[in-house]
């Protein structure tokens, strides 16, 4: 067997992990290229393959440094980036140039990958989409602006700047604490479901993050430019008994600066 058509193969599969697939279910095709299968190591391969990616994806560190910290700390990067490279290369799919769209790319497959019912997953879960709305809201500016009109309408709320709202299975500040401590213990941050509001106010560089409670959270989402208060309150499922409930919640967030809230016009004498 000739060393140099192992390394070439060798090579062939670090580049193109679908082939690492192919080998393992066909041994054959091995054989076919002068290479006896027990002669190499088809997992070693895949994780020099995750290698290569996790450092192509290296730039994003500065972005997600919680989420990298976390795969570190579990050991799960290798296997994770490996994973991801078998998935791109089966698919014939070209990396993204654009670093905010790369990091798409990349969370769009880890919401499959990842098992919701692994503890460590769901808290890497959490934590890059804590990550990823600071950044697409901040630095990389990439978020949509809340589609909702200009023009005030009588009782019409709407939002003021870009708003992102997301579901938490923990507090990610807690997360990001346990994970700064000389001997990280994801066991220290407790099961307490979050919902944040990422803020980034009109002509601000910032991201604020907000929390929420359940009627603040289902109302943001609501909001369109279109719904008035009474309409807002009644698709949260209340009668007239909430609409007051709803336009104190709306006063509370308006007096914070997150909504636009232009008054009812006062009624005229006949």
């Known amino acids: ?24 279910a066909q ?13 190499i190591d088809l997992d070693v391969l895949a994780k020099f393959s995750g290698l290569g990616v996790k ?3 290296n730039p994003l560190r500065a972005h997600y440094p919680l989420s990298f910290r976390l795969m570190s700390a579990s050991a799960m990067e290798i296997a994770m980036f490996a994973a991801y490279a078998e998935f791109r290369s089966l698919r014939r799919l070209p990396w993204a140039a654009a670093m905010p769209d790369r990091a798409r790319d990349l969370l769009d ?15 890497l879960w959490d934590a890059l989409r804590y990550e990823d709305a600071i950044a697409r809201l901040g630095p990389w500016r990439v978020a949509t602006d809340a589609a909702t009109p200009v023009v005030d309408r009588p009782d019409v709320p709407r939002l003021r700047g870009t708003v992102q709202l997301c579901e938490f299975g923990c507090d990610p500040r ?3 604490a346990a994970l700064h401590a000389s001997a990280p213990d994801l066991g220290a941050v407790p099961d307490e479901p979050h919902a944040l509001c990422f803020w980034r106010a009109p002509g601000a560089d910032e991201v604020t993050v907000l929390d929420l409670d359940a009627l603040g959270f289902h109302l943001l989402a609501r ?10 309150a009644r698709s949260l499922g209340g009668g007239r008994g909430a609409t007051a409930a709803v336009r104190a919640a709306l006063a509370t967030l308006a007096d914070f600066g997150l909504v636009h809230l232009p008054s009812m016009p006062e009624a005229r004498c006949a």
């Not at 062939?12 to 992990?17: L, M």
Request: overall charge positive.
């Open 109 to 123: 497959f880890l919401g499959d990958w990842l098992d919701p019912a692994d503890p460590v997953h769901a808290r």
């Open 223 to 232: 909001i369109d430019g279109r719904r008035s208060v009474p309409a807002l």
């Open 27 to 39: 041994p054959e095709r091995l054989r076919a290229l002068g290479v006896d299968p027990g002669e």
């Open 55 to 57: 450092v192509r994806h």
């Open 1 to 24: 067997m000739s060393l140099a058509r192992v390394q070439a193969v060798m090579a062939a599969g670090i580049e193109q992990p679908r082939l690492l697939v192919r080998w393992r």
């Open 174 to 176: 807690a997360l990001a």
